[in-house]
């Protein structure tokens, strides 16, 4: 049997008996009802106190059968209490140890502070990639939902030193700051910023004049969820046609074409290639509409003659499948080579 249905049905029992004794007292002897409830609770009880009044034959055997049977119900129940208490206060921290076992093994992670209506999103996003992250939270209203999800997660306050060291920040590889109060938001960032220098840090602004304060204190990047959500409404009227196909290409619901960004490997066999020689397009089928590289130069559009250079991030376009693929096949050497050596014969051949 369930736990907690062990628990109700032993206070059912409980109640029933409690209820049996004090009605039999009051048919057998006509006593009112404390009197009755009273005898009832010192009998199971077995404190010993007198009877409120001299019991006939009836109620000696009553009572009798009232401790018998009685006195091993109020054991039992006393034990499926203990035992419920006792399991769930085991459980609770036996749980809490898996957990922070969980997040101290934690690496190349991020950290989200804020578990409100846009944290809440950003982590059903990171969860949908996947990508390994691990919630600070400190509103106790907010934790239920956070092991319903089975989310990673430590209760505390993000602006702490000790918080964010029990989340990893020494280990992790961005932390994305959405509490709700903007000042909060700046000293998260300064904190972060101060233990973990090299820190990709992501902060919400929600009044003007915040985004220069959060750059100050240390954000790689300030993102006000008001403007753009003002600014994409505006779109939706303006440009509606545009919208559509940005929402088609990084909205999650629409798998059939998706916008993705893939960072090549430092030792990748498509450096120094070109998008013709390295057959990025062919062998996928994907469209590489942009390329980032690590100067921070970013190349819209670029032209088939184009280098690839170590560190390049590639923007594409393309089928789910497709850029799944092409995934893999930056990340497998022997396949690289292939179509190398494929797509140069053919350029070659072509010129």
């Excluded at 960072?263 to 290639?273: D, E, K, N, R, Y």
């Excluded at 100067?295 to 032209?303: A, D, M």
Aim: net charge neutral; proline share 3%.
């Amino acid at each position: 049997m369930n736990p907690d249905r062990k628990l109700i049905f032993s206070m059912l029992v409980l109640v029933l008996l409690v209820s049996l004794g004090t009605s039999g007292y009051m048919i057998i002897e006509g006593w009112r009802f404390l009197d009755s409830l009273y005898m009832t609770i010192i009998t199971l009880a077995t404190v010993g106190f007198e009877e409120s009044y001299p019991l006939s034959d009836g109620a000696k055997i009553f009572t009798i059968l009232l401790i018998v049977f009685g006195v091993g119900l109020i054991g039992y129940v006393v034990g499926i209490l203990a035992q419920h208490m006792f399991e769930g206060q085991f459980q609770r921290l036996v749980g809490r140890k898996k957990l922070e076992k969980k997040i101290e093994a934690l690496r190349d992670h991020f950290i989200v502070c804020g578990f409100g209506r846009i944290g809440a999103l950003i982590c059903k996003e990171f969860a949908a990639k996947p990508l390994s992250f691990v919630v600070i939270e400190k509103n106790p209203e907010l934790l239920a939902k956070l092991e319903e999800d089975q989310l990673l997660f430590l209760h505390g306050d993000a602006t702490a030193d000790e918080t964010l060291l029990k989340a990893g920040i020494k280990r992790a590889r961005g932390l994305v700051s959405v509490v709700a109060s903007d000042s909060e938001n700046v000293y998260i960032t300064l904190t972060a910023r101060g233990l973990n220098p090299d820190l990709f840090i992501l902060a919400r602004a929600g009044e003007d004049g915040s985004e220069i304060k959060l750059l100050r204190a240390g954000a790689t990047k300030v993102v006000s969820p008001y403007m753009i959500g003002g600014n994409r409404m505006a779109q939706a009227i303006l440009r509606p046609n545009v919208v559509d196909f940005i929402e088609i290409a990084t909205g999650r619901e629409h798998l059939e074409l998706q916008i993705e960004e893939i960072q090549l490997p430092a030792a990748s066999g498509f450096i120094g290639q070109n998008l013709v020689s390295s057959g990025l397009r062919k062998e996928t089928g994907v469209m590489i509409i942009g390329i980032k590289n690590l100067s921070g130069k970013k190349t819209f559009n670029p032209e088939s003659h184009t280098k690839i250079e170590g560190g390049d991030t590639l923007i594409v376009l393309g089928e789910q499948t497709a850029i799944q693929k092409l995934e893999e096949l930056v990340k497998c050497d022997e396949c690289t080579d292939k179509i190398i050596r494929k797509h140069s014969k053919k350029e070659n051949h072509d010129n």
